[in-house]
């Protein structure tokens, strides 16, 4: 596993933008561990914490060198300088390859005729471990995939009282098709991945290679996954007369077959809920694939003679139901989406039904239907086929049997979306999806690398197929990670999958689990638990280091996949298809602010592309060309602190056509001073961490007893009600903020505004830790509380062993007559009280005033402070990009005279401007005047 990110590679990005090493040695050389087709595109990455003065590297088969050549330098990433290596005149296959620059040797990957089609099982082997209410023996045969599951996957068949009706009174069938995720619910929006895999197999039905069969039933693998999913919807349209629910996960983290009784009829029955008209349509054109795909392998030959006859039943009863659920989505278009809504809502899903259907049945209406709405999209109608859109699969079914201005309206839409993909991913030198956000980037990446391959297969254009080989390349360990997403996969592949199969995921010597193919969900733009982590961030962290967030970045679920699944069916077909040729949209580099930046106020971005273009648009905003940089600006001032931005960039090239890119940001908190108190939870959504959407929780209660934690209304506040119910009167319930720390530096006081509703008895207190000193802010002694709305502050410096930087805080209630008590809070935050003179800022200035891309700029000035307080910071705001000063005489502790702060960095080339800030934190913060400079 990887624990985190070589730190040398992000400390940029982690410290205000410092400059990238001058010096560089290797740090790692990654490669897609997987491996390649012999005679397909090969690549790899050498990084480096500076420019380095050997760029060669080697490619050993074993022991022996059989190819070598030069690096090319793609400049800094994420904070290491990347180079590119092409290694595509390899030819040799064998098993143990590996990639070697400096010394650093890439980990071994394989090369073989056709790489994909040893990997086929595994993304099969997925589904068949997830399906639900059977043993895991009775859906994946000993032996089925190359990679193995880990032993703790094998469990009984459980949840077999799926489901009662909402009210409980009614017991439906609705056991079978998938477990969504790790968690065991069922929901009706990803009810369109049966379809995916459906028409993995239709698109490639002439193809032997999916046409393995390794259960030996006499049917096709891809097909028994649509079969399972297809059966579970048959079920519901037979009992909802084609509405569709959702079942929820009500489990821990344990077997399944533990999660119920699994008697009908009983309590535990899980309940159906939350009615999803969009599932339904998603259903439709799910069951109509099935049958199409089974009808294909029946004409094909390709099912077993005795198994024809009720594959064909099975077909019927597929149409049947696809009809079912599509006439319902019809007659209720103002019904709830239900989960996993699609972008657009309803008709977003409709279109894949009717899509679906008309290739089925070749009723007209549904073409015409179809025909209708996609005349009626625009490029910002389209994400990528997922959950949330099934427009782009739905077009490339569609376009074989559309009209001709239909055809080119799809085709245009189309290559309007693999030139989005390409030109975000070509913003890193890794062909990654730049879109990170607080949940991984691999599904939105995987599923756009699905809809390039699509877009191949109809057109037959290179570099549709170059980006999604490239897109693999990143899946399977071409990342800063070093690391395959991929359970199984790779020399060193994730370990630890969120997942409840894994019923040993809070044990600290867990050493992860295994579920073949499975692609966790990667990357997000910041430590969920961090908010000053790396940009983007990644680590394979074990449930019990993070039992909140893991979901975020080590997640997997039957959506997250189907991209993936369908990438690797067409790959063993296409296998070595050439790459080479096409044209590229042009590279459109955001130079400032670079992902990760800290920013605040007016944020200044600038684009350098490389080729010219007629427009270049900030979100909607046009953009200022001069000297062949392009200038927007954008206010941050509204975002909360500690908020993650994109910054969308659109150029347009000659005939209309676009390139794109994405830049990512956190909007600095305002300076630690007496006029920015800096909010930690009002209970309304608000607060550093209020608005993480997380509640307090009661994990812990000494001497006995239990607590609750609720939000409630009180008095026309917003409140968070904690109640404890003692064993005695020596309990105490401690409360917690789930495990988030917060940045309290440069305050004084932690302030809660707390009420006793009534109860006399009722006592509190307060203590911090940074997780290794802990210190109680109410001396170790529980307190009462007024019966009025009252502020209670307490001195963060009494605990001076505490790092403020990174507090943890506990609440704990006591009742002292040993029964039931409650305490209301209606906010907490950190203050500082206004004493002493403002410091000032004098002799701001920036050398040389001009230069290029390569000078270093030195920013000074000088910090004076009457009462000789130390800064908390000096900052300079380059932009609208926050960096740290230091002094540049560690010695001089004496500030009433004056003292020097310096920062030097390289500048993108453009017109820049700064000014300085600081803040001794006891009086409100100052600024310098804006000044224009340098310029370069």
């Known amino acids: 596993m990887r624990i985190a990110v070589v730190a040398a590679l992000l400390v940029s990005s982690l410290m205000y933008g410092t400059p990238a090493k001058a010096a560089g040695t290797v740090t790692e050389v990654v490669v897609n561990q997987a491996g390649f087709s012999a005679g397909a595109h090969k690549s790899a990455h050498v990084l480096a914490t500076g420019v380095l003065t050997d760029t060669t590297y080697q490619i050993l088969n074993g022991a022996t060198v059989i190819a070598s050549g030069s690096l090319v330098d793609r400049g800094s990433t994420w904070g290491a300088r990347v180079y590119d290596l092409d290694f595509s005149t390899v030819t040799q296959t064998g098993t143990a390859f590996t990639v070697r620059s400096n010394g650093v040797s890439s980990y071994p990957f394989r090369i073989s005729a056709n790489i ?26 000993t032996g089925y995939s190359s990679v193995a599951p880990s032993a703790k996957v094998f469990h009984a068949a459980g949840h077999l009282d799926d489901a009662a009706s909402a009210d409980g009174t009614q017991h439906h069938d609705l056991t079978g098709g998938w477990y969504d995720a790790g968690d065991y619910g069922k929901f009706a929006g990803n009810q369109w991945v049966t379809g995916e895999i459906a028409l993995a197999y239709v698109r490639h039905a002439d193809s032997p290679n999916v046409q393995y069969d390794n259960d030996a039933n006499g049917v096709p693998d891809l097909l028994d996954e649509a079969r399972v999913g297809s059966s579970y919807l048959i079920k519901s349209a037979n009992q909802f007369g084609g509405a569709l629910y959702d079942l929820a996960n009500d489990s821990g983290f344990q077997h399944p077959e533990f999660a119920t009784d699994n008697v009908v009829g009983t309590a535990d029955d899980r309940r159906i809920r939350n009615l999803s008209v969009g599932g339904s349509a998603k259903a439709a054109g799910s069951l109509a694939a099935t049958a199409r795909a089974i009808e294909a392998a029946i004409a094909g030959g390709n099912i077993a003679p005795a198994a024809v006859a009720e594959l064909t039943s099975f077909a019927a009863a597929c149409e049947t139901a696809a009809v079912t659920f599509y006439t319902y989505a019809a007659a209720n278009p103002a019904g709830p989406v239900g989960s996993y809504p699609a972008l657009g809502g309803i008709p977003n899903s409709m279109l894949w039904a009717e899509v679906q259907l008309y290739l089925l049945t070749g009723t007209t209406s549904y073409a015409t239907a179809a025909t209708s709405k996609i005349n009626g999209l625009t490029f910002a109608d389209l994400r990528s086929t997922n959950y949330w859109d099934q427009r782009p699969i739905s077009m490339a079914e569609f376009y074989p049997v559309a009209n001709a201005a239909t055809q080119t309206q799809i085709r245009t839409l189309l290559r309007q979306q693999v030139e989005y993909f390409l030109s975000s991913s070509d913003d890193t030198p890794y062909g990654v999806l730049d879109v990170f956000s607080g949940f991984g980037v691999n599904e939105p990446h995987m599923s756009y690398v699905g809809d390039l391959i699509r877009y191949y297969e109809l057109f037959g254009d290179p570099i549709a197929l170059r980006g999604a080989l490239r897109g693999v390349n990143w899946i399977f360990g071409d990342n800063p990670w070093n690391l395959s997403w991929v359970s199984g996969i ?10 409840r199969l894994d019923e040993q995921s809070y044990d600290h010597a867990n050493t992860g689990i295994v579920i073949p193919g499975a692609l966790v969900s990667g990357p997000n733009i910041k430590s969920p638990t961090d908010a000053n982590s790396v940009s983007p961030w990644y680590e394979d962290r074990p449930l019990w280091q993070d039992d909140i967030q893991q979901w975020r970045y080590n997640e997997y679920s039957i959506s997250i996949q189907a991209g993936l699944l369908y990438t690797v069916m067409a790959l063993s077909d296409l296998n070595d298809a050439s790459s080479s040729g096409g044209v590229l949209p042009f590279k459109l580099p955001v130079t400032t602010p670079l992902i990760g930046d800290v920013v605040t106020g007016d944020v200044t971005v600038l684009v350098q592309p490389g080729s010219a273009l007629s427009a270049v648009e900030l979100g909607t905003t046009p953009m200022t060309l001069q000297n062949g940089i392009w200038s927007g600006s954008v206010n941050v001032d509204s975002f909360a602190p500690y908020a993650n931005r994109q910054l969308n960039v659109r150029g347009t090239q000659s005939a209309g056509k676009y390139t794109y890119s994405t830049t990512h940001v956190q909007v600095a908190p305002p300076l630690p001073d007496p006029a920015h108190p800096l909010l930690y939870d009002n209970f309304s959504k608000g607060g550093t961490f209020g608005s993480t959407a997380f509640g307090w929780v009661n994990w812990f209660n000494q001497s006995g007893g239990t607590g609750t934690y609720a939000a409630a209304v009180v008095d026309g506040r917003d409140i968070g009600k904690f109640t404890q119910t003692p064993s005695s009167a020596s309990s105490l319930a401690k409360f917690e903020p789930w495990h988030d720390y917060g940045d309290f530096a440069g305050f004084r006081y932690l302030s809660l505004t707390m009420k006793n509703p009534g109860y006399p008895n009722a006592r509190y207190r307060v203590s911090i830790g940074d997780g290794t000193d802990n210190c109680s802010l109410t001396n170790g002694v529980s307190v009462p509380v007024a019966t009025n709305w009252t502020e209670y502050r307490y001195d963060l410096n009494l605990c001076p062993l505490v790092d403020k930087s990174h507090v943890h805080l506990s609440l704990w209630l006591q009742q002292t007559g040993g029964t039931y008590g409650e305490l209301l809070i209606d906010e907490i935050k950190t203050t500082v009280d206004a004493t002493g003179t403002a410091p000032t800022l004098t002799a701001g200035a920036v050398s040389p005033a001009s230069g290029t891309s390569t000078t270093p700029f030195t920013f000074s000035v000088t910090y004076t ?41 390289l500048l993108a080339k453009g017109n820049h401007s700064y000014y300085f800030r600081t803040t001794d934190t006891t009086s409100n913060a100052v600024r310098t005047s804006t000044q224009s400079g340098p310029t370069n």
């Open 865 to 905: 402070d009457v009462d000789n307080q130390a800064p908390h910071v000096v900052d300079v705001v380059v932009d609208g990009v926050v960096h740290h000063l230091t002094g540049t005489n560690p010695a001089d502790v004496t500030y009433t005279d004056g003292k020097t702060y310096a920062y030097t960095t």
């Open 116 to 141: 994909w089609d040893s990997y086929k099982d595994e993304m099969t082997a997925f589904y068949r471990l997830q399906r639900a209410n059977v043993a895991t023996s009775a859906g994946y045969p």
């Open 490 to 499: 790779g020399a060193d592949h994730v370990d630890f999958l969120h997942t």
